[in-house]
Each structure stands twice: as C-alpha cells, then as structure tokens.
C-alpha cells in the first residue's frame, strides 16, 4: 500500500498557524491525500484528539516540532512533552527510546531554525532518523542541499508543506510504502511512524506559491492583531 502523506503541517495550535484541524483535513482531501501530521511548535497533538479526527480514509497523526535549542526537530507519534530549548540530542535521544518516529526538518535552512549539516551528522550516529529534503516553505537551494546531505549521511528523506494556512496544505508530502494486512482502509499511526523508522519513505511537492505565501502572512498578522485586541484592557 502506497500512501500520501504530508508531515509537516501547523494548525492554530502554533502561535503562527491560521487554521483548524478540520480545515487541514478538507484541503488535504481535496489534494488527495491521506492523512496529515499535525506538528505544531511545542504543542503535542494527543493521541485521542487524532483519533477524533481520523476516519477510516484518512489518517491524522500525531506529532510536534520542538524547538531545540540548535533549531527544530519534528517528532511523529510523541510519547512525551518536550520543554522548548531542550538539547537537540537530548531530544533525539528521548523520542528514539520512545519509538517514536524523529526527522530533522529543512536542515540546512538557517531562515527557519534548521539545525545545520554538523548537528544533522551528530544526530544521526544516535539512531534512525530522516531528514526533510522537500519542504513546500523552504528556498529550493536548501532542500537541495538537504537532500545531498541526506544522500551522503544515507539518510531516509521526507517530505512536509510546512503549512501555517489550510490551503497550503499537500504543497509537499511524503510517499509512504506500507505492507499491511487487515482490512480496508488506512493504517494506524504506529505503522505510518515505523515505516518512517524503516526508511519506507520518499518525498515529493512543489514550493508554495508566492500567492498562498502572503495569504499566510496577511493572516498571520490579522490573527495577532485580534489577539492584542483581547487582551487590551
């Protein structure tokens, strides 16, 4: 069973995303997707509010990008909270014995927080982990960079929108090859993080386009701009 994921997707749980869990799964669907990991920055996503939203066609998985303090980590299935600025191997370290899935995400970007070739190497002489060399947000020269490294560390490779607005959303996603026996419909979580684990994975998109980019940003800035208002006395 091959499936379309996007692993790399924010909701309004992140300080910066604009949109609901419900209207990431329409724009997914509309994309032909099959499922989506919602990882916010330093917010986990539990288990049960996943399975709410998951159906037999479609599967939400659980996940968050940590905030290290070398730069970002993506964790699919967390079994944990992470304080924001922990140590990126610390990280690394806690989600590997967790079996949880750990991909490092526009790793050569230095605009968004990726951790850099040096701390990727590191990183991968501590366990299995991917990285994310198709990132829909990220400047081409960096997921091209990402996937050379990814190809001389023998790394799986992944592939995320890293949407902040539902239309955003399957800019980029990530082929995953399952073998499964069961019935009809899409597997659980846990099978989608082992065959990340396993290297069962390719990525595949495009850049988001420079419409859908300041859409985001225009949103961005109404949403903080309603927020002071609240809070203003």
């Known amino acids: 069973m091959r499936l379309r994921v996007d692993l790399h997707v924010h909701s309004a749980a992140s300080e910066d995303g604009c949109s609901t869990i419900g209207d990431i799964i329409a724009a997914a669907r509309m994309k032909g997707l099959d499922g989506v990991a919602i990882t916010d920055h330093d917010v986990r996503l539990s288990a049960q509010s996943a399975k709410a939203f998951s159906s037999a066609s479609f599967v939400v998985i659980p996940g968050v990008e940590v905030s290290t303090d070398a730069g970002h980590l993506l964790v699919i299935l967390p079994r944990r909270d992470f304080r924001k600025g922990i140590p990126l191997m610390e990280a690394v370290d806690q989600s590997l014995s ?75 996603w990530t082929d995953i090859d399952i073998d499964i026996e069961g019935g009809p419909g899409v597997p659980p979580p846990e099978s989608i993080a082992n065959a990340i684990i396993g290297g069962w994975v390719s990525p595949s998109g495009r850049r988001t386009s420079k419409a859908t980019y300041l859409e985001t940003v225009l949103r961005r800035t109404m949403r903080k701009g309603s927020e002071r208002q609240c809070q203003s006395p």
């Open 98 to 172: 967790d079996g949880s899935a750990v991909a490092i995400p526009h790793p050569t970007d230095p605009l968004s927080h990726g951790v850099g070739e040096p701390a990727s190497e590191s990183a991968s002489r501590h366990g299995a982990i991917a990285l994310e060399t198709m990132n829909a947000s990220t400047l081409t020269r960096y997921n091209r960079s990402a996937a050379r490294l990814a190809l001389r560390l023998s790394l799986p490779q992944i592939g995320g929108s890293d949407a902040h607005l539902a239309k955003a959303v399957g800019d980029a």
